[in-house]
């Protein structure tokens, strides 16, 4: 063991110029069992887990693999741990090929098959789901399933006013590309493959974080990046230029446009143009973003009706703050009697943070946008965590400290981790909106405020369920960076939200709240666990400034009811609920016939507005959502609950 810890420390603190290589991969394999929770001994479970996540990676859909490829996958990964204990990737290699021949063998099968296809049938129905079935049994089989698929595929193509023939010629470019761009992947996105799927056997969140991955993290934990401005997006190839960041680069340039096709790009006055159709799109992006100030040349291309342009941009990269990943209020006024009342609905998507000296925070946003609030005397306040995945503990603390006066926040190691800022940021009704995509730290917020009776949650019947916390280590700068668990947090009640979440006080009906959404519906997440509450007297307030109305069962249940007779006699509910129950019948079989019908094409015209808005018209469409507006309705009838414990005092 010793041995084994001296050569961890030699392989990963070593001079940082060497890319990821064999004989990093066991050292690295060593040190993330180490550091987890569980600090796991690799057995022949972990290597069962493993080939299953591998085969995930490579083929998670069973599109690509018969019973018999599989079968020869997971003979040349067995005993992987002890081939990379002696510096032994060959497996890796082997396996590569095996995946490439299957790509291959469906490419051509696809050129084959499309040349017969004169019209879509519109019969087809078929189950993409893969925990539903297996892999082909043949090839015969994985054929049939396959010209499904393509009527499948030509059919999501057709709907965006394409013909049939360039629906075909654009399919079978697809394929091409999947191909290609397999045979690209260096030996260390190999390795990073095969160290994400050891890292999840252990849990969904423990993972290996390669260079390019942690400069993600670290893009989307700070919210800000050096670039030109713009959101991009893979189309059949392309690069496409989606929208423009207000202020950036690319918009004050004047020279781009929404549509616009990037061909190919080129650093500083002199860099030689890189074609970049066909690249993966994170490379294109790595491309295009770089130090501010610094040159980078774009080769674009534009159609507008039937003409057709060809030219250079030269754009000097400036830092983007990633505004609408950000914390941001907007105030809903309503006439409830002879009165006015005043709403603020404060969306946090994300617990961002920038930890260097300066650095924007959601802690540092949410406080202000508090202090803004109460200066404009709202009578409620909805915190919306709706689809907000987590992020930085300690801004959670603090966020959740910032609605009581001081005390314990969350628990997890051991430590209990409390807000110590006596001051309320806002000490009027609260409501917090969650669904089941809320997880993480939105959960610790949401289940602290609800704990302490500080607040009505409501939405979802429960947020996403992952009570687990993570650290990242990183081994250096070309090696990357591991991420793994290290135990479970708890809430102030004692409960930890690991599968359950923190469930609401009042539930809409959402086509979220399915088992198929939830920490529990993943592979190998850690099991729930509770401990010894540790509410903190020192919540509640003693003065006018930092007092605040708990929130009792009796106002819940009144609340409720009134809740539910509005969302009765809303249409916009109703139809969520129908589309529910005949989501639920199909029984995720997917009809041609369905998506090619009216009603889908009502919808995606709906998402290509929504996609051309401008960030403030995107921001008024979301409040008049059916959600938030009942949010906003509940908040009013707590305010009222709340003005009439008050009187009663």
């Known amino acids: 063991m010793k041995n084994i810890f001296l050569l961890l420390i030699l392989l990963l603190t070593t001079s940082p110029l060497y890319a990821l290589e064999c004989l990093h ?84 099968y696809a050129k084959k098959y499309l040349k017969t296809i004169k019209e879509i049938d519109k019969s087809i129905k078929m189950r993409l789901d893969p925990d539903s079935r ?89 919210l800000s990046l050096e670039g030109i401005g713009a959101t991009l997006s893979s189309q059949d190839g392309y690069t496409v230029i989606e929208q423009l960041v207000p202020g950036g680069a690319a918009a004050k340039s004047g020279q781009l446009k929404s549509q616009d096709k990037i061909l190919a790009v080129a650093q500083g006055k002199k860099g030689k143009f890189e074609p970049i159709y066909d690249m993966n799109l994170s490379d294109v992006v790595r491309l295009i973003r770089g130090k501010r100030k610094t040159l980078v040349r774009l080769k674009v291309l534009r159609k507008e009706g039937k003409k057709v342009s060809k030219f250079e941009v030269k754009l000097v990269r400036e830092k983007i703050n990633l505004e609408e990943e950000a914390a941001q209020i907007s105030y809903v006024e309503r006439k409830v009697g002879k009165e006015k009342k005043k709403v603020g609905v404060l969306t946090l998507p994300s ?192 003065n006018s400034e930092n007092t605040w109305t708990t929130v009792n069962d009796a106002m819940i249940k009144e609340i409720r009811q009134k809740s539910k007779e509005r969302i009765a006699k809303n249409e916009d509910f109703q139809k969520i609920i129908q589309d529910m129950k005949e989501a639920e019948e199909k029984d995720k079989t997917i009809s041609i016939s369905e998506i090619l019908s009216d009603k889908n094409s009502e919808a995606r015209e709906k998402r290509k507005k929504l996609r051309s808005m401008t960030k403030n018209d995107r921001r008024q469409e979301y409040i008049k959502s059916p959600e938030v507006q009942e949010a906003v309705n509940i908040a009013l009838d707590l305010a009222n609950q709340v003005a009439r414990t008050v009187a009663k005092k």
């Open 25 to 108: 991969i066991h050292p690295i394999m060593v040190k993330i069992m180490t550091n987890h929770v569980n600090s796991p001994k690799f057995n022949s479970t972990l290597e069962e887990r493993t080939i299953d996540q591998y085969l995930k990676s490579l083929d998670g859909g069973k599109f690509y693999f018969t019973k018999d490829d599989v079968k020869k996958i997971r003979s040349k990964l067995k005993s992987f741990y002890v081939n990379l204990r002696k510096r032994d990737c060959k497996f890796i290699s082997e396996v590569d090929a095996l995946y490439i021949e299957a790509l291959k063998k469906r490419q051509d």
């Open 134 to 222: 297996d892999y082909a049994k043949n090839e015969e089989e994985l054929n049939s399933f396959q010209e499904k698929h393509i009527h499948l595929q030509l059919a999501n193509i057709l709907v965006t006013d394409t013909d049939l023939k360039e629906a075909k010629a654009m399919l079978n470019r697809r394929y091409k590309r999947i191909v290609k761009q397999v045979k690209e992947q260096t030996s260390v996105d190999r390795y990073s493959q095969l160290l994400q799927a050891f890292a999840h056997t252990l849990d969904p969140h423990t993972g290996y974080l390669s260079k390019k991955m942690f400069e993600d993290f670290q893009i989307n934990m700070s």
């Open 351 to 542: 617990f961002y943070a920038d930890n260097r000296i300066g650095g924007r925070s959601s802690a540092k946003d949410v406080k202000k946008l508090l202090v803004e609030a109460s200066k404009k005397n709202i009578d409620a306040l909805v915190l919306d965590f709706t689809n907000n995945g987590g992020g930085d503990l300690e801004s959670a603390v603090k966020i959740g400290g910032m609605f009581f006066r001081t005390g314990n926040v969350v628990s997890h190691e051991n430590m209990k981790l409390m807000d110590i800022d006596p001051n309320v940021y806002y000490n009027g009704p609260l409501v917090v909106l969650i669904n089941r995509l809320s997880a993480s730290a939105s959960e610790i917020v949401s289940g602290a405020l609800k704990d302490y009776k500080r607040a009505v949650v409501v939405g979802g019947d429960h947020t996403f369920g992952k009570g687990s916390v993570q650290q990242v280590m990183r081994l250096s700068p070309e090696l990357g960076s591991i991420k793994f668990t290290v135990g479970l947090f708890y809430l102030p009640g004692g409960k930890s939200t690991q599968h359950s979440g923190v469930s609401s006080d009042i539930v809409f009906p959402s086509p979220l709240n399915s088992d198929d959404i939830g920490e529990k519906s993943l592979d190998y997440s850690l099991p729930p666990n509770s401990i010894k509450p540790f509410l903190s007297k020192t919540a509640y307030g003693n």
